[in-house]
């Protein structure tokens, strides 16, 4: 069983469109964040949820607006899509947040904006 | 702005030579992170330290944090190409947040 998964792992769109990216974790866990990584690999957090609440909502832009109908659930959506945007998006989990705590990660998401 | 600086960036080397990688901060972690991403994955965990001059070890690869909590480093010895990928560090905060490293990707040559 996958830990968490996300989908879809490739979109390719054009500039304006909306598009939304899902992500599902069966681990139990209380915090689900979203990830950018760009061209150099590093990894920058945008949105942490705890059961359900926003709790780190870094400086995106608003046309990012993640939504948790659970805490099983953290999905992402994107209006007006930019050739900025394209990146590779990570969905990640964690049990609470307490100093042990590790980061399960998702295959990631390529997004292309042409 | 608690920042973790990962050194190299890049390193390529021959199978068999060993290597280290930094991962270096002003800030105290309460824990520090390894993990290594292979392409077309997420990062998975390999280890973490909690305790200051904490070593660690996994097959060939050997985690060492820094007594004062604010460095760690990962040494191979005698890299396989297997262990290509690109490695990630990510130190705990007081606020229970993971604040990354820029990661060090690395490639073994046969």
């Known amino acids: 069983d996958t830990a968490v998964s996300q989908t879809p792992k490739y979109l390719v769109t054009q500039m304006g469109n909306d598009k939304s990216i899902k992500c599902e974790q069966n681990l139990g866990h209380d915090t689900m964040y979203w990830y950018k990584q760009d061209s150099k690999k590093f990894l920058k957090i945008m949105f942490s949820y705890n059961n359900k609440e926003l709790i780190i909502n870094e400086t995106v832009p608003n046309r990012f607006s993640p939504k948790s109908p659970d805490k099983a659930h953290l999905n992402l959506h994107i209006n007006s899509l930019e050739l900025g945007d394209s990146a590779v998006y990570f969905c990640a989990s964690t049990q609470g947040q307490g100093w042990s705590t590790e980061a399960f990660f998702g295959q990631g998401t390529r997004l292309t904006v042409v | 702005t608690q920042l973790l600086e990962q050194s190299p960036q890049f390193l390529s080397i021959q199978e068999g030579e060993n290597l280290t990688v930094y991962c270096n901060s002003s800030?105290?972690?309460?824990?520090l992170q390894w993990y290594r991403q292979e392409p077309g994955e997420g990062p998975v965990l390999l280890v973490t330290v909690v305790t200051g001059g904490e070593v660690k070890k996994l097959k060939r690869l050997t985690f060492q944090f820094g007594d004062a909590r604010k460095d760690s480093s990962l040494h191979i010895t005698a890299a396989q190409p297997g262990d290509t990928g690109l490695y990630l560090c990510?130190?705990?905060?007081?606020?229970?947040?993971?604040?990354w490293g820029a990661g060090t990707k690395l490639i073994i040559k046969p």
């Open positions: 990510a130190g705990a905060n007081s606020n229970y947040q993971l604040i």
């Open positions: 800030s105290v972690f309460s824990s």
